[in-house]
Protein backbone atom coordinates (compact mmCIF):
# COMPACT_ATOMS: atom_id res chain seq x y z
CA UNK A 1 0.00 0.00 0.00
CA UNK A 2 1.60 3.37 -1.04
CA UNK A 3 1.44 6.33 0.97
CA UNK A 4 3.43 9.66 1.31
CA UNK A 5 5.30 9.45 4.53
CA UNK A 6 6.95 12.16 6.74
CA UNK A 7 8.77 10.39 8.02
CA UNK A 8 11.73 9.47 5.39
CA UNK A 9 12.10 8.67 1.83
CA UNK A 10 12.06 5.40 1.38
CA UNK A 11 10.41 3.92 4.89
CA UNK A 12 7.60 1.56 4.27
CA UNK A 13 3.85 2.83 5.46
CA UNK A 14 2.49 0.65 7.84
CA UNK A 15 -0.72 -0.96 6.15
CA UNK A 16 -3.52 0.15 7.75
CA UNK A 17 -6.87 -1.55 7.64
CA UNK A 18 -10.30 0.20 8.58
CA UNK A 19 -13.44 -1.62 9.33
CA UNK A 20 -16.93 -0.49 10.05
CA UNK A 21 -20.00 0.80 8.37
CA UNK A 22 -21.43 4.38 7.03
CA UNK A 23 -19.24 6.48 10.17
CA UNK A 24 -16.20 4.68 8.63
CA UNK A 25 -17.14 5.01 4.96
CA UNK A 26 -17.71 8.29 5.50
CA UNK A 27 -21.61 8.66 4.36
CA UNK A 28 -21.81 11.79 2.40
CA UNK A 29 -18.72 13.35 2.76
CA UNK A 30 -15.58 13.61 0.25
CA UNK A 31 -13.55 10.96 1.07
CA UNK A 32 -10.87 12.95 2.60
CA UNK A 33 -12.94 13.86 5.17
CA UNK A 34 -13.53 10.53 6.46
CA UNK A 35 -12.10 9.64 9.77
CA UNK A 36 -9.81 7.36 9.27
CA UNK A 37 -8.56 9.14 6.22
CA UNK A 38 -8.20 12.40 8.43
CA UNK A 39 -6.39 10.21 11.17
CA UNK A 40 -3.26 8.73 8.63
CA UNK A 41 -2.61 12.39 7.36
CA UNK A 42 -2.40 13.48 10.90
CA UNK A 43 -0.37 11.09 12.07
CA UNK A 44 1.80 11.08 9.11
CA UNK A 45 2.32 15.06 9.26
CA UNK A 46 3.57 14.12 12.87
CA UNK A 47 6.14 11.65 11.13
CA UNK A 48 4.23 8.36 11.32
CA UNK A 49 4.44 6.36 8.40
CA UNK A 50 1.03 5.39 8.34
CA UNK A 51 -0.36 4.67 5.11
CA UNK A 52 -4.01 5.78 3.82
CA UNK A 53 -6.62 3.30 4.82
CA UNK A 54 -8.26 0.11 3.05
CA UNK A 55 -11.25 0.29 4.09
CA UNK A 56 -13.89 -2.12 4.40
CA UNK A 57 -17.27 -0.82 5.53
CA UNK A 58 -20.76 0.24 3.95
CA UNK A 59 -23.69 1.90 4.95
CA UNK A 60 -26.18 -0.23 6.78
CA UNK A 61 -24.34 -2.48 7.93
CA UNK A 62 -24.45 -4.80 10.80
CA UNK A 63 -21.57 -6.30 12.70
CA UNK A 64 -22.68 -10.09 10.69
CA UNK A 65 -22.62 -7.92 7.58
CA UNK A 66 -19.40 -6.57 8.03
CA UNK A 67 -18.24 -10.17 9.16
CA UNK A 68 -18.97 -11.70 5.81
CA UNK A 69 -17.31 -8.41 3.71
CA UNK A 70 -14.17 -9.32 5.64
CA UNK A 71 -14.88 -12.94 4.17
CA UNK A 72 -15.36 -11.49 0.76
CA UNK A 73 -12.45 -9.22 0.52
CA UNK A 74 -9.94 -11.83 2.51
CA UNK A 75 -7.33 -8.93 3.91
CA UNK A 76 -4.07 -10.13 4.44
CA UNK A 77 -3.25 -10.83 8.30
CA UNK A 78 -0.19 -8.77 7.98
CA UNK A 79 -1.57 -4.83 8.71
CA UNK A 80 0.06 -2.90 11.40
CA UNK A 81 -2.85 -0.99 12.64
CA UNK A 82 -6.40 -1.84 12.44
CA UNK A 83 -9.70 -0.02 13.56
CA UNK A 84 -12.88 -0.66 14.22
CA UNK A 85 -16.28 1.02 14.34
CA UNK A 86 -19.85 -0.91 14.15
CA UNK A 87 -23.04 -1.73 15.74
CA UNK A 88 -25.62 1.62 15.14
CA UNK A 89 -27.61 -0.28 12.58
CA UNK A 90 -27.42 -3.15 15.00
CA UNK A 91 -29.56 -0.97 17.69
CA UNK A 92 -31.28 0.60 14.40
CA UNK A 93 -32.82 -2.28 13.50
CA UNK A 94 -34.01 -3.18 16.83
CA UNK A 95 -31.21 -6.04 16.77
CA UNK A 96 -30.50 -7.57 20.57
CA UNK A 97 -27.42 -6.75 23.09
CA UNK A 98 -26.68 -10.02 23.34
CA UNK A 99 -26.50 -10.58 19.70
CA UNK A 100 -24.78 -7.34 19.02
CA UNK A 101 -21.96 -8.58 21.95
CA UNK A 102 -21.28 -12.24 20.73
CA UNK A 103 -20.55 -10.80 17.45
CA UNK A 104 -18.86 -7.66 18.01
CA UNK A 105 -16.27 -10.32 20.03
CA UNK A 106 -15.75 -12.19 17.31
CA UNK A 107 -15.12 -9.45 14.93
CA UNK A 108 -12.67 -8.24 17.54
CA UNK A 109 -10.61 -11.41 17.26
CA UNK A 110 -10.69 -11.03 13.82
CA UNK A 111 -8.96 -7.36 13.86
CA UNK A 112 -7.11 -8.76 15.81
CA UNK A 113 -5.55 -11.46 13.83
CA UNK A 114 -5.38 -9.11 11.27
CA UNK A 115 -3.72 -6.98 13.07
CA UNK A 116 -0.79 -9.94 13.19
CA UNK A 117 -2.39 -11.27 16.34
CA UNK A 118 -1.70 -7.99 17.96
CA UNK A 119 -4.28 -6.25 20.27
CA UNK A 120 -2.13 -3.60 20.82
CA UNK A 121 -2.24 -2.57 17.41
CA UNK A 122 -6.17 -2.50 17.31
CA UNK A 123 -8.38 0.43 18.21
CA UNK A 124 -12.08 0.68 18.23
CA UNK A 125 -14.38 3.92 18.14
CA UNK A 126 -17.94 3.95 20.20
CA UNK A 127 -21.11 4.15 18.01
CA UNK A 128 -22.06 7.98 18.14
CA UNK A 129 -25.67 9.01 19.01
CA UNK A 130 -27.75 9.58 15.85
CA UNK A 131 -30.55 10.32 18.66
CA UNK A 132 -29.40 13.99 18.88
CA UNK A 133 -29.66 14.36 14.89
CA UNK A 134 -32.29 16.34 13.18
CA UNK A 135 -33.33 12.87 11.04
CA UNK A 136 -33.80 11.18 15.11
CA UNK A 137 -36.40 13.71 15.32
CA UNK A 138 -37.87 13.82 12.54
CA UNK A 139 -38.33 9.64 12.62
CA UNK A 140 -40.79 9.70 15.52
CA UNK A 141 -38.67 7.22 17.57
CA UNK A 142 -37.93 7.89 21.18
CA UNK A 143 -34.89 10.11 21.13
CA UNK A 144 -34.15 8.56 25.03
CA UNK A 145 -34.52 4.60 24.02
CA UNK A 146 -31.84 5.32 20.90
CA UNK A 147 -29.16 6.44 23.75
CA UNK A 148 -29.85 4.15 26.41
CA UNK A 149 -29.38 0.97 23.21
CA UNK A 150 -25.94 2.73 22.48
CA UNK A 151 -24.86 3.27 26.12
CA UNK A 152 -25.76 -0.26 26.56
CA UNK A 153 -24.02 -1.84 23.57
CA UNK A 154 -20.87 0.48 23.89
CA UNK A 155 -20.42 -0.36 27.50
CA UNK A 156 -20.84 -4.14 26.18
CA UNK A 157 -17.65 -3.35 23.69
CA UNK A 158 -16.05 -1.00 26.21
CA UNK A 159 -15.61 -4.18 28.46
CA UNK A 160 -14.54 -6.90 25.32
CA UNK A 161 -11.83 -4.06 24.41
CA UNK A 162 -11.06 -4.04 27.84
CA UNK A 163 -10.72 -8.06 28.30
CA UNK A 164 -8.20 -8.47 25.37
CA UNK A 165 -6.29 -5.13 25.94
CA UNK A 166 -7.56 -3.32 22.99
CA UNK A 167 -7.78 0.49 22.87
CA UNK A 168 -11.20 1.78 23.05
CA UNK A 169 -12.13 5.61 22.69
CA UNK A 170 -15.10 7.22 22.94
CA UNK A 171 -16.41 9.57 20.73
CA UNK A 172 -20.14 9.61 21.73
CA UNK A 173 -19.84 12.40 24.77
CA UNK A 174 -18.21 14.71 21.62
CA UNK A 175 -21.86 13.30 19.53
CA UNK A 176 -24.19 13.81 21.61
CA UNK A 177 -22.56 17.54 22.96
CA UNK A 178 -22.06 18.55 18.76
CA UNK A 179 -24.15 16.16 17.06
CA UNK A 180 -27.02 18.44 16.30
CA UNK A 181 -25.05 21.18 15.17
CA UNK A 182 -25.66 22.46 11.58
CA UNK A 183 -21.56 22.20 11.25
CA UNK A 184 -21.13 18.87 12.37
CA UNK A 185 -23.97 17.25 10.24
CA UNK A 186 -23.99 16.13 6.38
CA UNK A 187 -26.40 17.41 4.03
CA UNK A 188 -28.74 14.17 4.91
CA UNK A 189 -29.28 15.55 8.79
CA UNK A 190 -27.83 12.09 9.88
CA UNK A 191 -24.82 11.44 9.21
CA UNK A 192 -21.50 13.55 10.72
CA UNK A 193 -20.06 15.95 7.99
CA UNK A 194 -15.84 15.89 7.91
CA UNK A 195 -15.68 18.70 10.70
CA UNK A 196 -17.33 16.65 13.29
CA UNK A 197 -14.79 13.66 11.80
CA UNK A 198 -12.16 16.07 12.50
CA UNK A 199 -13.71 15.84 16.56
CA UNK A 200 -13.28 12.20 16.13
CA UNK A 201 -9.95 12.22 14.53
CA UNK A 202 -8.70 14.51 17.68
CA UNK A 203 -10.08 12.01 20.07
CA UNK A 204 -8.33 9.33 18.38
CA UNK A 205 -5.01 10.73 17.39
CA UNK A 206 -3.53 10.98 20.74
CA UNK A 207 -4.12 6.95 21.51
CA UNK A 208 -3.11 5.99 17.89
CA UNK A 209 0.35 7.56 18.22
CA UNK A 210 0.64 5.62 21.33
CA UNK A 211 -0.33 2.58 19.86
CA UNK A 212 1.89 2.48 16.91
CA UNK A 213 4.81 4.34 18.95
CA UNK A 214 4.89 1.15 21.22
CA UNK A 215 8.01 -1.20 20.87
CA UNK A 216 7.19 -4.41 18.45
CA UNK A 217 9.46 -6.51 16.83
CA UNK A 218 6.89 -8.11 14.51
CA UNK A 219 6.88 -6.81 11.07
CA UNK A 220 4.55 -4.26 9.90
Not at 20 to 39: K, M, N
Amino acid sequence: MAATSAAGEGEAAIAYLALGDSYTIGEAVAADGRWPVQLARALRAEGVALGDPRIIARTGWTTDELEAAIDAAAPSPGHGFVSLLIGVNNQYRGRPLDEYRTQFAGLLERAIDLAGGRPGRVMVLSIPDWGVTPFAAGSGRDVGAIAADLDAYNAAAAELCATRGVAFVDIAPVSRARGAEPAMLADDGLHPSAAMYAQWTALALPVARRLLAAHDTQPR
